[in-house]
């Protein structure tokens, strides 16, 4: 049952300056649940698995996914702590102008919105190559036939085909995005269950104790095995299968205008999704990788040997399970990432609104409106539009054989968001003991835990704009196909903001904007209690 009624949110929200416009039909487990569904073990576990086995093999995952999911539990738990007191759409934007001015907020908006489009494109192209895989495994022609046996095309086809697909769900109801995220969770408990179970059962061997946390492998092309290289450059590359898969559980905070109880119910949903996808993606991989027998062939990148690209789980799959439960591996998987997608839909569209409502993007007044079903309808069209045009290099292919897109639009999203994470975190960590919690807070803990937030999120950004393979660096080898173009587009984004704050934006942007009138009354706040940690 929820903590408060629906009237006591509606005064909270008051209080912060906006009426109730969004419906307010989301429980408590559905604001946790679309955070899950966003996390999506059955979408970056499988999608970036490749990731981590090329860039330090085994011990980029068994050993990486624990201690990179600790740091990430701490930033959930900052940012926990600010939805409690700030239970609003625009989430991490509306807590870095409300702790440090304008200035602070417009910059924040807009890497979380970036970032949000990206996590929408790159998990939306992942369920496309699953839906392209499993539609090519019951038909021996499909390959070569379909848009003339290009997989790119191929794939950017159905990457489209569920962009409108997702894009239709949201615009129907937004009580029923709230029931398709609570089926969501318990898709993606019982599903990654049955995978374990299948890689459990169903391989005739498995690797040993040793080679799943000590082996190492380096198909990156850079450096050596286990060199300075490996271990201060290519294995910190690997990180970013962790990095990538639990994020998005912002959405708790996008979401809090149409959950019930948000100050606690937000607050519980963003460390509690980054919590159980920890430890459930965690026995997912450590699956994957004990089922990961015949190595010669994983780490194989030609066409002939693998169809599925070296290091890839599809790989590890494909040479470990039978036909049939390989099938029935893929459908699972594929079925959660559209759910996932569906999920990021959501969350960009709840950003763009509340964004727009505070006239911070061109447009903004066509963003920012809610039809007659309470769902911003146009705000989750430019969503989709936005995905769909950053994904478009993906019809290029890579030396590799892997399209240019996917990683570098990964990058792009995780950076883009933790960035904007880091920045309210910070200011919280710089307003001291005098800032004003909601009903859910650290206590005194927030001194360290925000310190650490903000440094793992630092490292891991300098890290995410480096070139994935040596043909990315200017020199000999050099080719546009290979470059890791996040920086490119993170530093023309960061550039535009520049400029468009000092010619312009400065002079009429004064952050987050009342919609309402408050009453005379006083509005009274929860109490107060200290949240063990």
Not at 21 to 39: P, Q, T, V, Y
Not at 152 to 161: G, I
Request: aromatic residues 14%.
């Amino acid at each position: 049952m929820s903590d408060s009624t629906p009237s006591d949110d509606e005064s909270v929200l008051a209080s912060l300056g906006y009426k109730q416009e969004l419906h307010r039909s989301w429980s408590g487990f559905s604001n946790f649940a679309i955070s899950f569904s966003i996390i999506s073990i059955l979408a970056g576990c499988f999608t970036t698995f490749g990731q981590a086995w090329n860039n330090g093999g085994p011990i980029a995952i068994s050993l990486g996914w624990p201690v990179i999911s600790a740091f990430i539990l701490i930033i959930g738990l900052c940012m926990a702590e600010l939805v409690s007191a700030y239970p609003t759409s625009g989430g991490i934007y509306w807590w870095a102008a409300k702790l440090g001015g304008a200035k602070a907020g417009y910059y924040t908006g807009w890497l979380n919105l970036v970032g949000l489009v990206a996590i929408l494109a790159s998990v939306a192209y992942g369920a496309a190559i699953y839906l392209n895989t499993f539609i090519d495994l019951f038909s021996d022609g499909y390959a070569t036939g379909f848009l003339g046996g290009n997989y790119l095309y191929q794939q950017f086809f159905w990457f489209a085909a569920l962009m409108l697909l997702i894009t239709a769900v949201n615009i129907f109801s937004s009580h029923l995005l709230a029931v398709i995220n609570n089926v969501s969770v318990w898709w993606h408990v019982f599903g990654a269950l049955i995978v374990v179970l299948v890689l459990v059962f169903g391989p005739d061997s498995h690797q040993s104790l040793s080679f799943v946390f000590t082996e190492r492998i380096n198909n990156a092309g850079i450096g050596g095995d286990g060199d300075v290289t490996f271990w201060f450059y290519v294995l910190p590359l690997g990180f970013l299968l962790t990095q990538y898969t639990i994020t998005g559980y912002d959405a708790s905070a996008h979401l809090s205008e149409e959950t019930q109880g948000a100050a606690n119910a937000a607050a519980k949903g963003i460390w509690q999704s980054i919590l159980y996808s920890a430890i459930g993606g965690w026995i997912l991989l450590l699956a994957f990788l004990f089922a990961a027998t015949e190595t010669d062939v994983i780490n194989s990148f030609d066409p002939e040997v693998n169809p599925y690209g070296g290091g890839s789980v599809l790989s590890v799959l494909a040479t470990s399970l039978s036909p049939a439960l390989f099938k029935l591996v893929v459908f699972i998987s594929m079925s959660g990432q559209i759910y996932c997608s569906t999920a990021c839909m959501t969350s960009t569209s709840r950003m763009l609104f509340a964004f727009s409502r505070d006239r911070a993007v061109p447009g903004s007044g066509l963003w920012s409106k809610v039809d007659a079903k309470g769902v911003p309808r146009n705000a989750v069209l430019a969503g989709a539009g936005a995905a769909v045009v950053l994904t478009l290099p993906a019809l290029y292919e890579s030396p590799s054989g892997a399209p240019t897109a996917f990683y570098a639009v990964v990058s792009i999203g995780v950076i883009g968001l933790y960035l904007a994470f880091a920045i309210p975190i910070y200011l919280r960590w710089k307003a001291g003991d005098g800032w004003q919690p909601g009903p859910w807070t650290l206590g005194s803990k927030y001194r360290w835990m925000s310190l650490l937030a903000v440094a793992e999120i630092a490292v891991t950004s300098v890290y995410f704009v480096l070139p994935f393979s040596p043909d990315g660096w200017p020199g000999d080898g050099f080719t546009w196909t290979a470059v890791n173009y996040a920086p490119i587009v993170l530093v023309a984004l960061l550039l535009a903001l520049f400029i468009g704050w000092h010619v312009s934006v400065k002079h009429w942007f004064t952050g987050p904007r009342s919609n309402v009138d408050l009453p005379d009354r006083k509005i009274e706040a929860p109490a107060v209690t200290e949240t063990d940690v």
